[in-house]
C-alpha cells in the first residue's frame, strides 16, 4: 500500500509483528494435498478432526466439573481419559511432524477452526 | 491470454474512459495495460495474464491490492478475490450481464463508503484477572489426573472470562459507534491478546469521527490497546456470488 493505514494505534511493533505472524499462520494453515504429500495432508486433515473433537469432549467435560455433578471417583476417570488422549494426540503429532499451528486449519471467512 | 479481474466499477462513461486512455496513471500488475468491460453503467476493470499458478505469488497479490486501493480512490468498486481470472473479455460480458442485478444491489449497498478495520489488544495477558477459584487449586495428596483436570479447569474459566469481557467490549463499541451509522461486522479473535475483531462499513466523509470515538474508547480503557486501518475497498461487506 502507498499510503499510512494506520489512522489510529499503538506504536507499539509487537503488536503489529503478532498480526504479521497470524497472517502467515493463515497461509500455512491451508490444507495441501497432492500426489507428492498425500500421506502427510491425509494425516493432518484426520488429526485436525481428532484434535478438533478432543477439545470438544474437553469443553464438555470442564462443563460438567463446572456444574460440580462429578463425584471424586469420576473427576479421577476424566482426568485419566483426558490426559492419555492428549498425549496420544502429542506422540501422533510428533510421528507426523505436526504442530499446534498446523492443525488449526483457516476456514477462510469462516475463520480458524480452533 | 486470460483476463484477471480486479474489480468492479460502477461509473459513468467517461469517467472509465479516462482509465482506458491512462489519465489517471494505474497500471495492473506486472506493468499490464488495464482496460475495462462493461455492461449497462458498471465495468469490470481487467488486464492480461498468462494463468493462475504463474500468477499467484505475493509480489503480485500486493501489486493486485494496491490497484483495487488505487482504484477505490476514484470509483465505487466491488473488489475482486486475487487471481479471479476469465478466459476473454466476452466470458466477462457474460458474467456481467448475467449477475447484473446482485453486482448493482452490492455497488448501492457500499456506495460512497469505506471499510475499516478494528482490532483491540490487551496490553498484557493477566490484565483481566480471571477469579480467584479457591476450589481448583492445586492440593497437594491430589492424583496426577485430578490435577490435571484441575489445571484444565483454571485454563477453561480464563477462556470463559476473556470471552465474556470480550463480549461486553463487543456491546459497548457498539454503543459508541451507533452513531456513525456505520455497519459493524465482528469476527473471530485472532489469538494472543486479541479481545476484539471487527470492521466496519461507514461514510468515507465519517473517518475523522471514527477516529475520535476510537480514541474516545481508548480514553477510557488504559488497559486496551486499539488499532483502527483504513480506508480500505470494502472486501468484508460484498456478498455476491458470480454465477
Request: negative net charge; charged residues 30%; aromatic residues 6%.
Amino acid at each position: 500500500m502507498k499510503e499510512n493505514k494506520i489512522l489510529y494505534g499503538t506504536e507499539d511493533m509487537e503488536v503489529l509483528t503478532a498480526q504479521l505472524d497470524t497472517l502467515s499462520a493463515i497461509t500455512d494453515s491451508r490444507l495441501n494435498v497432492n500426489a507428492d504429500n498425500v500421506d502427510s495432508g491425509l494425516a493432518k486433515l484426520v488429526l485436525t478432526l481428532v484434535e478438533l473433537i478432543r477439545k470438544l469432549i474437553e469443553k464438555q467435560a470442564m462443563r460438567r466439573v463446572e456444574g460440580g455433578t462429578l463425584t471424586d471417583e469420576e473427576i479421577e476417570r476424566l482426568g485419566e481419559t483426558l490426559m492419555k488422549l492428549e498425549n496420544k494426540m502429542e506422540e501422533l503429532k510428533k510421528y507426523f511432524n505436526l504442530s499446534d499451528r498446523d492443525l488449526n486449519i483457516n476456514l477462510g471467512p469462516l475463520g480458524d477452526l480452533m | 491470454m486470460h483476463k484477471l479481474i480486479y474489480a468492479i466499477i460502477h461509473a459513468k462513461k467517461e469517467s472509465v474512459c479516462r482509465l482506458m486512455n491512462f489519465d489517471i496513471g494505474i497500471q495492473g500488475i506486472k506493468g499490464r495495460e488495464l482496460s475495462a468491460v462493461s455492461f449497462n453503467d458498471i465495468w469490470a476493470v481487467v488486464s492480461d495474464a498468462e494463468n493462475k499458478d504463474s500468477e499467484m505469488n505475493n509480489d503480485d497479490a500486493l501489486e493486485f491490492a494496491a490497484v483495487t486501493e488505487e482504484l477505490s480512490h476514484m470509483f465505487t468498486l466491488l473488489p475482486m478475490r486475487f487471481g479471479s481470472l476469465l478466459k476473454s473479455d466476452a466470458e466477462i460480458l457474460k458474467v456481467l450481464e448475467k449477475n447484473y442485478d446482485a453486482i448493482r444491489n452490492n455497488l448501492i449497498k457500499v456506495e460512497g463508503k469505506s471499510e475499516y478495520g478494528l482490532k483491540v489488544f490487551r496490553n498484557s495477558s493477566d490484565i483481566i484477572p480471571v477469579p480467584e477459584l479457591a476450589e481448583v487449586k492445586q492440593a497437594e495428596g491430589n492424583s496426577v489426573y485430578k490435577n490435571y483436570i484441575l489445571n484444565k479447569f483454571n485454563e477453561y474459566r480464563a477462556d470463559e472470562t476473556l470471552l465474556e469481557y470480550s463480549e461486553k467490549l463487543k456491546t459497548e463499541i457498539a454503543e459508541h459507534i451507533s452513531g456513525l451509522n456505520a455497519v459493524i461486522k465482528c469476527n473471530k479473535v485472532t489469538g494472543g491478546n486479541n479481545v476484539y475483531n471487527a470492521v466496519l462499513l461507514l461514510e468515507k466523509e465519517m473517518t475523522d469521527n471514527l477516529t475520535q470515538t476510537v480514541i474516545g474508547i481508548q480514553s477510557c480503557h488504559k488497559e486496551l490497546n486499539m488499532m483502527l486501518t483504513g480506508p480500505w475497498a470494502p472486501y468484508n461487506f460484498v456478498d455476491i456470488t458470480l454465477k
